[in-house]
């Protein structure tokens, strides 16, 4: 079982056992505009994501009329 | 992978801000967030606790976090939502509203709401399409009723602040699209607080200095529920592009966005940038005959303008 990313409602799946910023340049997504939480807690860069488990992918920026 | 702990305490780290050499863990980011905030907010003169501040809130990560600082910090600020009639796949605005209601019951704060569509009669996009304004997107319709929506309300509500939460990655996009269109008339009217003129409330952004991946991560370790969804029509515009290109960039030179931002606002109080004194720019200001509220046409405000092509 990979780790599974929940990025805008769609799964994602990379192989574990990597970095949250491992992961994220993986998926082609910049680490700083995108933050990971696993079961609501925040996580940086450096913590690991082992196969099996799940976290959110919150996308940090937005855009439209100032 | 060395783990990261807390500047100021052995706890895991939940952000690392490579720009301020800092990481912070769960219960001193919310602290160091607020303490960072007041110091802004002292450093640039924009309100004193006597001041009665209106914030503007949309439901998102930025605004409903600068209302919760602004709360603890014990600011007498209340909350305006400005209903737009956005639809998407989730009733936009409608959901972005309950999410603001529900925010403001918890702490018990004063919430205001202006529903374009009850008060005007036509939704944002209702109008946008009706005017033939901004090609299929009702965003320049929408930033235009939203400044003269909040203005309004602050004047008649008798606050003499707006707050806004726009943060480094709002404006630095924002410069940065004027610079690659040289447009030289805007380029000075950038800054973190715009002083009252007749008719129009001070405006201010406390959170200028902090981008947005530190206004999300500090909702995030408040707990703060937010509307994560983006607005519908916010997909593929070049504000959206320069805020991306932007963070390429500053993963490679960590605080180069803040260098940028305050590299500008340091020329301007030098006086290396001014406003354009060619006599075009000069702006004389009268009340429009239908709304009241200052403007430079002469005739009708560009809001009223809207209505009067119905």
Redesign the interface.
């Known amino acids: 079982m990979p780790v599974v990313l929940i990025y805008r409602k769609q799964k994602l799946e990379v192989e574990g056992t990597l970095?949250v910023r491992e992961a994220l340049q993986k998926l082609g997504l910049?680490?700083?505009?995108h933050?990971i939480?696993r079961n609501?807690?925040?996580?940086?860069?450096?913590?690991?994501l082992r196969n099996g488990e799940e976290v959110k992918i919150?996308?940090?920026?937005?855009?439209?009329?100032? | 992978?060395?783990?990261?702990r807390c500047h100021k305490c052995p706890q895991?780290?939940?952000?690392?801000m490579r720009q301020h050499r800092l990481?912070l863990c769960?219960d001193h980011y919310p602290q160091w967030f607020i303490e960072q905030t007041q110091r802004f907010i002292e450093k640039y003169r924009m309100f004193t606790h006597q001041d009665r501040i209106l914030v503007a809130v949309s439901g998102?990560?930025?605004s409903l976090a600068l209302w919760d600082v602004l709360w603890q910090l014990g600011y007498e600020a209340e909350g305006l939502y400005i209903n737009l009639g956005i639809e998407g796949e989730i009733a936009y605005s409608d959901e972005s509203q309950q999410a603001t209601q529900k925010f403001a019951d918890q702490r018990g704060l004063k919430l205001h709401i202006y529903h374009v569509e009850e008060q005007r009669g036509e939704s944002v996009p209702a109008i946008a399409l009706r005017t033939h304004r901004g090609r299929q997107k009702p965003?320049?319709v929408?930033?235009l009723i939203?400044?003269h929506t909040m203005n309004q309300m602050a004047r008649q509500l008798g606050f003499n602040v707006l707050a806004t939460a726009?943060n480094l990655?709002?404006e630095v996009?924002?410069l940065f699209g004027n610079l690659l269109s040289w447009n030289l008339r805007q380029i000075p009217r950038q800054s973190p607080v715009l002083e009252a003129e007749e008719g129009f409330v001070r405006k201010v952004k406390p959170f200028i200095r902090f981008?947005?991946?530190e206004?999300?991560?500090y909702s995030?370790?408040r707990?703060i529920e937010y509307i994560?969804e983006?607005?519908p029509?916010?997909e593929g515009?070049k504000?959206?592009q320069y805020?991306?290109l932007m963070?390429?960039l500053?993963?490679q030179q960590p605080g180069v966005k803040l260098r940028f931002l305050l590299g500008f606002f340091n020329a301007m109080e030098q006086g290396f940038i001014h406003p354009i004194e060619d006599g075009q720019g000069e702006v004389i200001l009268k009340p429009c005959p239908s709304c009241g509220q200052p403007t430079s046409t002469g005739g009708l405000c560009a809001t009223c303008r809207l209505f009067e092509e119905n």
């Open positions: 970095t910049s680490p700083e505009s933050l939480v609501g807690e925040l996580l940086n860069e450096n913590d690991i919150i996308s940090a920026i937005s855009g439209g009329a100032r | 992978m060395t783990t990261i895991r780290a939940v952000i690392r990481a769960k998102g990560k930025d965003c320049a929408c930033g939203k400044r726009h990655d709002d996009s924002f981008s947005e991946r206004t999300a991560a995030i370790v707990g994560e983006e607005c029509f916010a515009s504000q959206l805020k991306d963070n390429r500053e993963e």
